[in-house]
Each structure stands twice: as C-alpha cells, then as structure tokens.
C-alpha cells in the first residue's frame, strides 16, 4: 500500500508549450550566434599567441645561427601571422557589429594608391604599373582602414602570379571619388597561379571597410575594381523607380521556409517578389523587371545557372544584377557563377547583416554602372548627349518609326564662322559659342527628342513623330533665337550664327535607312552652307549646286 505522501503527490505539470516557429528569429539568431563565436575565437587566440611568441623571441636569444635557428625564426614568422589573422578577425567582427568607428577626413585618393603601389613594389615581387592622376582624388574616408582594404584587395590579385607577370593599377577620377582598378598582366605563354581573391579574412575585412564607406568590390580571377564615390544615393537609370523609392528584388528560393523567412527579414527595406523555380523567376523578370536578382542555384525545372544564361540572353535582362546563392563555395561554383554574369555569389549559411551588405553593394554598383554609362554618353563641354549616344538612340528611333508607320526627322547643325573666333579670341571663346548653341537647342526641344554633339562646331537633333516641315519650323525658330543669343569672347561679345539641315526617315531596311537619313541632313546642311549660310535647307527642296 502506498504511504500517504506518495499517493498526496501532484502529477508532474505539463511540458511549456513550445513557442512557434519563427524562421525569421532563427535566422538571426543564427547569425547572432555566428558573430559571437568568430569574435570570442579571435579574443582568445590572443594571449596564447602573445605567449607563444615570448617563448620563440626568448629562444632566439639564446640560440647561436644555424639550422635550429632558422626553424626558429621560420615559427616566429609563422606566428606573425596568425597574429595577423586574429587581428584581422577582431577588427573584423568589431566593424560587423558596431563597436568600431571609421575616423573619417578628406583623403587623396591619388596618394592612398600611389602608397599601395610602393608597398606592393616592396612586398610581393611584382612590378606594378601605375596609371594615377596627378591632380588630387578627394574622399572623405578613413585613410588608415582605406589603405588596409585597398592593399589587401590588390596583395590578393597579385596572389600566386607567375614570373614575369606585372600588377596594373588604374584610378580613375569621378563625380565625388574615383573607381580603382587592378589587373593582373601575364607574361606572353604564362599561366596565372591560384584564383586570387579567395574567401580569406583579410579579404572579408576589406569588404566590410569598403561597405562601410559606400563602396563596392567587383572581383573576378586576374583584376578587382573599387568604386569609391560619396554620393551614392542617385538611382539607377535602368528601371523605373519602386513606389517610394524602395529597390525591387525578385526572390527566386524553391525552399518555402527558407523564402518566407527572407521575404519578412527584407520586407522592412525592399519589395520582395517571390518565386520558386528557375522558370518562374525569369518569367517575372522579363514581365516586371526588378532592380536585383537573388536566386539560389539549385532551383527545379530550370536550375539558377540556366535561369542567368537566360537573362543574359535577352536583351531586356541582360544587364539586369544578379546575386547567386548555393550552400556549395567551391571554386569550380563561384567561378561559374562570375562567368555566367553573376554580378555577386553568397555561400550558405549566411548572416542577415551580410546578405544586406550584399545587397546593398550590389545595388549600388548598378547605379555606378549606370552614372558611368551616363557620363559615357554625355558630351564634357555642352552637356549634351554625345555622338556614341546619338547612334544608339537612332536605330532605335528608326525602328519604331518603322515598327509603327511615324515620321522621323533629323536636323544636322554646323556653327558658322567658329574657325575664325577660335583664331582671334582663342578656343575658350570658341568653347562658350559651342555652349551657348548647346543651350539654345536644348531649350528648344521637346522631351521626347535628342539633342547631341555629333562632333567639332556639329550638332544634330533627332525628332520622333515629326515630319521634314516641322522639323524646318524647328530649326528656323532655333535659328532666331542665335541671332539673338550673345556670347563672351575678348573683352565684348559677339553675335551667333549656325547653318541647318533637315531631313526625314525615307524608305528602306531600319540599318540603311538610318545612314540615308543622316547623309540626307548632311547634304541639306552643306547646301545650306553654299547658299550663303545662316539658314535652314530640307532635303528634297530645289537645292543649290
């Protein structure tokens, strides 16, 4: 029989209900987790290390030279840097999580390179070609930390090169900073070494410090590029803004926890569209085009490396950004990936913090992509679009004048008498003549037209939907306004004067036609020259001989 305490006693209480899962929290959790461990690994590397280079620097005292010395000195150099290494992973880890501060002063850009260049001269054997300007590059960066990540980016390309190859470092000035370039030259029938750029720390804390200060790393086997730019919040061309200016990124993850869980930890700062395999997710890319990509590899129907052959197909994606995801971080995998046109590759497991990071670089080397495209297509001295630019847009304007039954016209524009300024008054003044017609014609157009330097004292306006009689309207009401239009040119100012030629879309293939076109104008233009200049002549009118 029982006693009287046993059979008294309460049942055990039930288990507390577990809480449910939140994929979001574990993954951050995780993340958490990962970033105390990596700094707690690094702090306690420390005094072993310190110790055990006491011991090897008191050895060496006492050792006479010999080989058990310079196994010695070989283990004190060896020690050096794993010292390295767990200041790298503490600095590393102190910048992940914010407890490190960029000390940040107006820089050189010109000078941190030149720096580099010298270092690397001394250091790893390689010649290294400079290619700097010699007028300032200003930054407002920490220079210290600027200098460590931009020398281990450029130690890790030099990396392995064989004899005889050279280092070729570029810097190249831009609106608000510049874009560094380094590129590893092989000698003629030599083969690079190991891929450089391998996922070391180092390579991770000049990652962290150039995403600190705005930049972006474009890496692939044989060279590196850094684009370091103060403003960096000007929005990418490529795609029509996100409502709010919020970027737009197509998920493609067949895992549906694993997408759920990324969709609510981007919600905060993106549109996420998800998708769950290959095919979908190019399909939504053609139809809506986001501003980045981030799609895992192992997708089914059509896995992630056909899904980037297929955006690079199509022209309407084929400079779309695309981040690849695998849990595989082979080099085989990456360097795949980087072939195909990934702009970034992200290993599994990975952080929030760094998936943001990578996210955010890779936005923002679009819109670098895309100022410099602009910067590409514009004329330096009048602002207008430059001839490269005109072609561009002319084939496409020839096509769909063609493609739906619209009048097309050029007007080709030379201003008179430039030789002669140029001679008495010196090109400064033949600059502000130049600038002034630029500004007159810019003015005059409407937004659905081209105005550009087509080259020297030569513009060009291309008009959609505009027929050969408008097109003279136009050309004559600009050729008013410069009677009218002054400039400075020794010590007084000086009236303008330019001659016109206009022509429309004639018949023909889109590639001929667009040629015709341009030769029309430019017959207009020089019949309007031998008649006296200072006016405007259609092609296909009663012109002089």
Not at 440 to 456: F, H, I, K, N, P
Request: hydrophobic content about 40%.
């Amino acid at each position: 029989m029982p006693d009287d305490l046993t059979a008294r006693a309460p049942p055990p209480a039930p288990p507390a209900p577990r809480e449910p899962d939140d994929p979001v929290r574990r993954f951050r959790d995780t993340a958490r987790r990962r970033d105390e461990l990596v700094g707690a690994v690094a702090r306690e590397l420390g005094a072993p290390l310190e110790a055990a280079r006491a011991e090897v620097r008191a050895l060496l005292a006492a050792v006479p030279p010999g080989p058990v010395r310079q196994g010695i000195e070989e283990i004190e150099r060896q020690l050096a840097s794993i010292r390295d290494l767990q200041q790298d992973l503490t600095e590393l880890q102190e910048l992940s999580v914010g407890r490190a501060r960029l000390h940040r002063s107006r820089v050189d850009l010109a000078e941190i390179c030149a720096k580099i260049a010298d270092a690397l001269d001394r250091r790893a054997g390689v010649p290294v070609e400079r290619e700097l300007p010699v007028f300032p590059v200003h930054l407002v960066a920490d220079s210290d930390r600027l200098r460590l990540a931009l020398g281990e980016i450029a130690a890790g390309v030099a990396a392995g090169a064989p004899p005889g190859a050279r280092l070729a470092l570029r810097l190249d000035a831009l609106p608000g900073g510049g874009r560094i370039a380094f590129e590893l030259r092989l000698a003629p029938g030599s083969s690079p070494g190991r891929p450089p750029l391998s996922g070391t720390v180092a390579l991770g804390l000049a990652r962290e410090i150039l995403e600190l200060h705005g930049g972006v790393l474009d890496a692939a086997p044989g060279r590196a590029e850094v684009w370091l730019v103060e403003d960096a919040g000007a929005q990418s061309s490529t795609a029509p803004a996100a409502p709010a200016g919020r970027p737009r990124l197509l998920l493609v993850e067949d895992d549906e926890p694993t997408r759920e869980a990324l969709g609510e930890a981007l919600a905060d700062a993106y549109d996420v569209e998800p998708a769950v395999d290959g095919l979908e997710g190019v399909e939504a890319a053609r139809a809506r085009r986001p501003d980045l990509v981030l799609m895992d590899i192992g997708l089914p129907r059509l896995d992630g490396f056909g899904a980037l052959e297929a955006l690079r197909a199509d022209p309407s994606t084929a400079d779309l950004p695309v981040i690849l995801v695998s849990g595989h971080g082979d080099d085989l995998t990456r360097a795949r990936s980087l072939d195909l046109g990934a702009i970034d590759f992200l290993q599994k497991p990975y952080s929030e913090r760094e998936l943001r990071a990578r996210i955010e670089r890779t936005l923002r080397l679009a819109r670098r992509q895309s100022q410099l495209q602009a910067l590409a297509e514009t004329d330096a001295l009048t602002g207008l679009a430059n001839r490269r630019a005109f072609r561009s847009r002319l084939a496409l304007e020839v096509k769909r004048a063609r493609r739906y039954g619209t009048p097309l016209a050029c007007v080709m524009v030379d201003l008179d008498h430039l030789k002669p300024v140029n001679d008495e008054y010196g090109h400064e003044a033949g600059d502000r003549a130049l600038t002034a017609l630029a500004t007159v014609l810019r003015q005059e157009l409407r937004e659905t037209d081209l105005g550009a330097r087509y080259g020297g004292d030569e513009f060009v306006a291309l008009l959609p939907h505009t027929a050969a009689a408008e097109g003279r309207s136009l050309a004559e009401r600009i050729a008013d306004r410069l009677r009218n239009t002054r400039f400075e040119a020794g010590g007084g100012t000086l009236g303008l004067q330019a001659s016109f030629g206009v022509a429309e879309l004639g018949p023909g293939s889109p590639e001929d036609a667009a040629e015709a076109l341009i030769r029309d104008a430019d017959a207009a233009l020089y019949a309007a020259k031998r008649g006296g200049r200072d006016r405007v002549a259609v092609h296909g009118d009663h012109l002089p001989a």
